[in-house]
Structures are given as structure tokens and as C-alpha cells.
């Protein structure tokens, strides 16, 4: 034991010593405590974009070591700047444009009137589809808007308490129904893809700037027309934007960085605004627009010459495959039957 | 009125966590949050230095600018401060931060967070002061006691300075020039679109 000790003393004392001679040395090591490493200004200049100025913590929050994240303030720019203008200038505008082509142009009739007898033109299923994600999507777009422009127009109208409670509700109706909304998305791709390929038929309908301008104009179009296939593939495409940014916003791991997630919004949000603007058109002409339209989604049944004048070539297609069955819901017996091939 | 700020003199803070205790403690901070927390930069490099963080209570708080329900209001004291029962959790502010101020109680599924909490500069809430309601929801309120916030009044190297803006620069320039250096008052070109200029 005291040879050990023994032993080891000088070694002790070695090391007392090196400590003891070291201490100026290291204090002349001692960095400029002007040091510009540790200047907050010269940090921030040597930051890069999305970046922040970032150190150790010893709190288990790893990110909570970012202590200044300056682009941050550039997406709240940007959100509540561009994002915010771009989303009321797209749906105002749609809507002065709806309104102001109903007052030239009116609602468009059907040709020679209601003949009265009816062809299926959607289906059960397809008719659900439609309604699942219609419903959906406009319940997701309006608790959507309400987070943007919510405090501007409903806040004043029903005081901060209800408002608070209202868009709370909102989120969690937003979170839940985007799944059903993303189902009933797959299923109006699987259902209509197949019609919605564009063809030579589709050139002759833009030509023409659908007939919509012109009373009694109506260029042939197949199941649908060069209009309906952009809405289809707005719908698809930008619903398929909507769904993967949506679930990166739900789920903040996958996207990964804060800075990623702000990008994933800004898409989001900006997709929506078109989406939203181009569904209200689809809903003018769906509804008030046309006469005679609604009844497609509605009963599923519309008129003969509602048919005949808006979807010739499909109305013809018809005819062709179940020459007794089309047209003529009184004739056909089996009006699913007779439309099931076509859809 | 005064304009309230914090400022971090780097150069004097030894990461003691004082202030990250003090706070927990004197606001029964609730289990997975710290309104302040101390960084450190250059971590055993030459050049290390402390910065203890929260929110910074910004002029034109992105916070409040990005806030869906009008959660966020400014005291007269220039205090940014929330009310937990507007708050509906969707964590934008949390986002438009550059402070990493925001923090939620809890993470659910489909981005659920809980309400909002972040510094309240000791000064509570929009409930009555210093009610139980509102030491609940936000902590003590010693602004309304006639104190300042505890992590400053406390910083034992007086690192952490709290109180009117113009004071505390003061302050803080007043040293600058007497030990010669300094590096800087930490967040506030980003808070407050200004410096202290020494």
C-alpha cells in the first residue's frame, strides 16, 4: 500500500506541477474574448437560408437548440402575405367571374326543352364517389379558409370565445375528414380515368370554348368533355397534392425540418386556393349554371336532350352498344344495365 | 410605459440553469416544457458562450401575426401574451418563431398539440391578476406584484437582464466598454429590428 504510494507520489507531483507551470500558458492560449465566432452579428451574417444559429442544450429537446431561426419570420411573411392575398384574389375573382357570366350570359337551357324521357349517366357508385369527396372537400376547404382569412370575417361576426371554439372544431374536422376525403379520391380516379383520357374530340370543344358562349352552341363530347376533364384532373392531381403535403403537415416528423413543413403549408394552402377556385365553377355550372346538369349527380338520370346536346358522341356510344336499351328510360327496363358499359 | 425586454449578456452567463430552474419552479411549468433554456455555442471550442433563450416578447410578433384565432395580445409593457382558452393548438406560432418560444404539452396524433405555452415574462394572463385561475393556466404574475421575472432577478452573474429596454441596454453598454468587449445582445436585431450599438 505505501509502496504504491510511494510510487505514485511523483507522478502526483509531476502532475501538480505541470498544472502549476501550465496556468499561464494556458491562460496565454485563452482566445480574444472579441472573438468573432462568438458574436451574435457574425453569426447570423455567416448563416445560410433556413438555417439558424444553433448550440448544445441539455434539456432532452434536441431542436430546442436552435436559439435563433430568423427565417422563420420570412414564412410568417410569406403566410400571411402571399398565401393569404393569392387565396382571396383566386376565389373573389372566381366568384365576380361566375357572377359576372351569369348576368351575360344566364342560365344555359337545354336545348328544345325537358323531352322527358332519361338516360343513367352516373351511377350508384359513382354518384357516392362524387358526394364523398364533394362533401369532404368542401368541409376541408371552408375550415381550410377559416385558418386563413377565419379571424379577418367570421371573428367580428362571433365574438372571440365562439370563434376559438368553432375553429377548434374546424382542425380536428380537418385532421379526421382528410382521410375519407383521400379514399373517396382513389375511388373517383379508379371510376373515371378511363374517361377522362384527353382525345381529337376534346381540341373541337376548346375550339369552340365548349359552347359555352354561344346559345345553342354545343360541341360533341364523349362520357365528358374537354371542361369536365380538367376539373377531373385538377381534382386528381391537385387533390393528390393536397393529400401528401396534408399528411406531412399531420404527421411533422415526416416532413422533417420546421423548415420543410412551412414549405409543405405554403403548398398546401396555395393549392387549395386554386383547387377551391376552380370547384366553384364545377359547382356554378354544376348547379345554377345549367339547366338540367344537376340531375347527372342527383338522381344520376338526366334528361334525353339534355344528353343528346351536351354529350353526342357518348349519347351515340349509347345507342351503339344497347341499340333497344338507350336512350329511353321507359324502353330500356334496366336503365343501370344500359349505362354500366359506359361507365 | 415601459418597453419590456431580456437581455442575455453572453459574456457573463456560466450556464448555471438557474434561470431554467427558477422558472420551472416558480410557474409549475408543466412536464416536457421550458419557457427558457440556456445554449450553449461553440460547445468546448475556444470562443464558448452561454445564451439563456425564451421569448423575447418581438416588436410585431410573428407569433401573433400568424395566429388564426387572435390568440396573442400586447400588454401596455409590450409583453406578448396568450389566452389559453382562444389557443386551439395548431402550432403556427410555434412555426413563425425565430426563438423556438412556443412549446405544447403534449404530442397526439394527427398533429394534436394541446394548448400553447411559452414565457409569459411573469406577468400571467388575460384572467383576473394574480387569480388561481390564472396562475393555472400561465404562472405567477409578478409584473402585476411590482416584480421583474424571476430568471433575471435571480441570475446570480447578472447575465440575464430584464426590465425597460432602454434601461437594460444601458446597462449592458456600459459594460461593453468598461471589460472591452462583448458579444452582443443576443436575438434582439431579430426581436426588435434594432441592436445595441456600443
Redesign the interface.
Given at each position: 500500500m505505501l509502496k504504491t504510494l510511494m510510487l505514485r507520489l511523483p507522478a502526483l507531483l509531476a502532475l501538480v506541477a505541470l498544472i502549476a507551470f501550465a496556468g499561464p500558458e494556458v491562460r496565454a492560449q485563452?482566445?480574444?474574448?472579441?472573438?468573432s465566432?462568438?458574436?451574435?452579428?457574425a453569426?447570423?451574417r455567416a448563416l445560410q437560408s433556413g438555417e439558424a444559429?444553433?448550440?448544445?442544450?441539455?434539456?432532452p429537446?434536441a431542436?430546442?437548440?436552435?436559439?435563433?431561426?430568423?427565417?422563420?419570420?420570412d414564412?410568417?411573411a410569406w403566410?400571411?402575405g402571399t398565401v393569404t392575398t393569392l387565396n382571396v384574389v383566386l376565389l373573389v375573382g372566381m366568384l365576380v367571374l361566375l357572377a359576372g357570366f351569369y348576368l351575360l350570359r344566364g342560365r344555359i337551357r337545354i336545348p328544345g326543352g325537358f323531352s322527358g324521357r332519361t338516360i343513367q349517366r352516373f351511377n350508384a357508385v359513382e354518384r357516392f364517389a362524387h358526394w364523398l369527396v364533394a362533401g369532404t372537400f368542401i368541409i376541408l376547404a371552408l375550415t381550410g379558409l377559416?385558418?386563413?382569412i377565419?379571424?379577418a370575417v367570421v371573428?367580428p361576426v362571433l365574438g372571440?370565445?365562439a370563434?376559438?371554439t368553432l375553429?377548434?372544431w374546424g382542425?380536428i374536422a380537418h385532421?379526421?375528414l382528410a382521410w375519407p376525403y383521400m379514399i373517396a379520391l382513389a375511388i373517383v380516379f379508379v371510376v373515371w380515368v378511363l374517361h377522362n383520357v384527353p382525345n381529337k374530340a376534346d381540341v373541337e370543344w376548346i375550339k369552340q370554348g365548349g359552347g359555352l358562349l354561344k346559345d345553342g352552341a354545343h360541341p360533341p363530347a364523349k362520357k365528358f368533355n374537354a371542361g369536365q376533364k380538367v376539373v377531373f384532373w385538377s381534382v386528381v392531381l391537385g387533390g393528390a397534392a393536397l393529400s401528401f403535403s396534408g399528411v406531412m403537415?399531420?404527421?411533422?416528423e415526416l416532413a422533417g425540418s420546421?423548415a420543410t413543413?412551412?414549405l409543405y403549408?405554403v403548398i398546401h394552402a396555395i393549392v387549395a386556393g386554386i383547387l377551391g377556385a376552380i370547384i366553384l365553377a364545377h359547382i356554378y355550372i354544376g348547379t345554377l349554371g345549367m339547366e338540367g346538369a344537376f340531375d347527372a349527380m342527383g338522381t344520376g338520370e338526366v334528361d334525353e336532350n339534355w344528353a343528346k346536346a351536351n354529350h353526342s358522341l357518348w349519347v351515340e356510344e349509347l345507342k351503339r352498344r344497347r341499340p333497344a336499351a338507350a336512350p329511353g328510360k321507359a324502353a330500356a327496363g334496366a336503365p343501370g344495365k344500359a349505362a354500366a358499359p359506359a361507365a | 410605459m415601459a418597453r419590456m425586454k431580456f437581455l442575455c449578456d453572453a459574456d457573463r452567463c456560466v450556464e448555471c440553469q438557474a434561470c431554467v430552474t427558477a422558472c420551472k419552479n416558480e410557474h409549475e411549468v408543466p412536464w416536457g416544457i421550458n419557457r427558457r433554456r440556456v445554449v450553449t455555442i461553440n460547445d468546448g471550442l475556444p470562443g464558448e458562450r452561454s445564451v439563456s433563450m425564451a421569448c423575447m416578447h418581438c416588436t410585431d410578433a410573428p407569433c401573433q401575426a400568424v395566429c388564426p384565432v387572435n390568440a396573442f395580445y400586447t400588454t401596455d409593457d409590450a409583453v406578448v401574451l396568450h389566452s389559453k382558452d382562444t389557443c386551439i393548438g395548431c402550432g403556427y406560432c410555434f412555426y413563425a418563431c425565430p426563438f423556438g418560444a412556443p412549446q405544447f404539452p403534449r404530442v397526439g396524433n394527427f398533429g394534436t398539440r394541446g394548448k400553447m405555452d411559452k414565457c409569459t415574462y411573469c406577468s400571467g394572463g388575460p384572467e383576473a391578476d394574480m387569480s388561481q385561475a390564472e396562475y393555472v393556466k400561465y404562472g405567477s404574475n409578478r409584473l402585476a406584484e411590482g416584480k421583474l421575472p424571476l430568471c433575471a432577478e435571480m441570475c446570480s452573474t447578472k447575465a440575464l437582464l430584464a426590465g425597460d429596454g432602454d434601461i437594460i441596454a444601458d446597462i449592458y453598454r456600459e459594460r461593453v466598454v468598461t471589460r472591452g468587449y462583448g458579444s452582443g445582445a443576443w436575438g434582439w436585431r431579430t426581436a426588435y429590428g434594432e441592436t445595441v450599438s456600443v
Open positions: 485563452q482566445v480574444n474574448p472579441t472573438e465566432s462568438v458574436q451574435e452579428d453569426l447570423m444559429v444553433s448550440g448544445r442544450i441539455s434539456i429537446d431542436r430546442a437548440g436552435k436559439i435563433i431561426k430568423p427565417d422563420n419570420k414564412w410568417e403566410h400571411e377559416n385558418l386563413l377565419g379571424r371573428l372571440e370565445s370563434f376559438s375553429s377548434a382542425k385532421n379526421y403537415l399531420l404527421f411533422p420546421s413543413w412551412q403549408l | -
